[in-house]
T-cell receptor, first 109, second 113 residues
Framework: QQPVQSPQAVILREGEDAVINCSSS?????VHWYRQKHGEAPVFLMI?????EQKGHDKISASFNEKKQQSSLYLTASQLSYSGTYFC??????????FGKGTHLIIQP | ETGVTQSPTHLIKTRGQQVTLRCSSQ?????VSWYQQALGQGPQFIFQ???????GRGNFPPRFSGLQFPNYSSELNVNALELDDSALYLC????????????FGPGTRLTVL
């Protein structure tokens, strides 16, 4: 079953923060986050594994609450380069990644 | 390190025809997954190949088939093309199992008329 992402779209000014949420009705092994710019392939951001861990690099971090089957992606002090569509992909072990419909992020100067 | 490559970049076919898409995995990666991405949607898992064997399949009919070769490159074949098959087809390679990051290729844009 497809994970649900929220919000569907968000418009920010450069320097503002954003949170993108991803929730699943099924138990998860891991959550993968990707960013895709128009006409390009998805680019890997990070994986979160079972254990409720939080990961991050630069000003992008994420958390994974396996009990609630939820993950959140945090974008701090957003930059113009952060614009794109963000997808969470959930992994239940045997069926490949199941991606949400995406969250469109627009960063304005 | 060589990235994931796909060919062709674009393809136009008519209903009922057959198509073969190709993917070269990243150097050292032995697992390849194929995804279909319709306009405005997230990628949908078609199937995965590990060491030349199909190792997982999504909800796609049997007319979607694949191969993986000893050098870990892969093909996606679609028979009896339908208009709804028009999409971006992405392949992704992974190093060791699915908990590792997947590296996506640039995709093949298929248009079925």
């Amino acid at each position: 079953q497809q994970p649900v992402q929220s919000p569907q779209a968000v418009i920010l000014r450069e320097g503002e923060d954003a949170v993108i949420n991803c929730s699943s009705s099924k138990a998860l092994y891991s959550v993968h986050w990707y960013r895709q710019k128009h006409g390009e392939a998805p680019v890997f951001l990070m994986i979160l594994l079972k254990g409720g861990e939080q990961k991050g690099h630069d000003k992008i971090s994420a958390s994974f609450n396996e009990k609630k089957q939820q993950s959140s992606l945090y974008l701090t002090a957003s930059q113009l380069s952060y614009s794109g569509t963000y997808f969470c992909g959930t992994d239940r072990g045997a069926d490949g990644l199941t991606f949400g419909k995406g969250t469109h992020l627009i960063i304005q100067p | 390190e060589t990235g994931v490559t796909q060919s062709p970049t674009h393809l136009i076919k008519t209903r009922g025809q057959q198509v073969t898409l190709r993917c070269s995995s990243q150097s050292g990666h032995n697992t390849v997954s194929w995804y279909q991405q319709a306009l405005g949607q997230g990628p949908q898992f078609i199937f995965q190949y590990y060491r030349e064997e199909e190792n997982g399949r999504g909800n796609f009919p049997p007319r979607f088939s694949g191969l993986q070769f000893p050098n870990y490159s892969s093909e996606l074949n679609v028979n009896a093309l339908e208009l709804d098959d028009s999409a971006l087809y992405l392949c992704a390679s992974t190093g060791q199992g699915f908990n590792n990051e997947q590296f996506f290729g640039p995709g093949t844009r298929l248009t079925v008329l």
